[in-house]
């Protein structure tokens, strides 16, 4: 059963942008992380960004400067920023909220880099 809910993937240049949103449920969205993982084709999953409830962000140092995580409290929403978009960003991107010790995931959306 999907729990989350990803929108905003698509098709974009090498250079371009493109913003990720996450809607959860409101006893999910408070719990301890939020954060974006991907996984490109015969590759493991992997954490791109996260963001606790006390607010502290963390990033894969592939996309450090270039991605940006964010909570929307208010929408119970979490957004990935994209810019600066390279090939190697490829993948399905998934949501996720860790409350230990449970983890809920999102369908995931397709994220192409065209090269």
């Known amino acids: 059963q999907v729990q989350l809910v990803e929108a905003g993937g698509g098709l974009v240049q090498p250079g371009g942008s493109l913003r990720l949103s996450c809607a959860a449920p409101?006893?999910?969205?408070?719990?301890?992380?939020m954060g974006w993982y991907r996984q490109a084709p015969g590759k493991q999953r992997e954490l791109v960004a996260s963001c606790t409830n006390f607010g502290n962000t963390q990033y894969a140092e592939s996309v450090k400067g270039r991605f940006t995580i964010s909570r929307d409290n208010a929408k119970n929403t979490v957004d990935l920023q994209m810019n600066n978009l390279k090939p190697e960003d490829t993948a399905v991107y998934y949501c996720?909220?860790?409350?230990?010790?449970?983890?809920?995931w999102g369908q995931g959306t397709q994220v192409t880099v065209s090269s």
């Open positions: 996720n909220a860790l409350l230990p010790p449970f983890n809920f």
């Open positions: 409101r006893s999910i969205f408070t719990g301890y992380i």
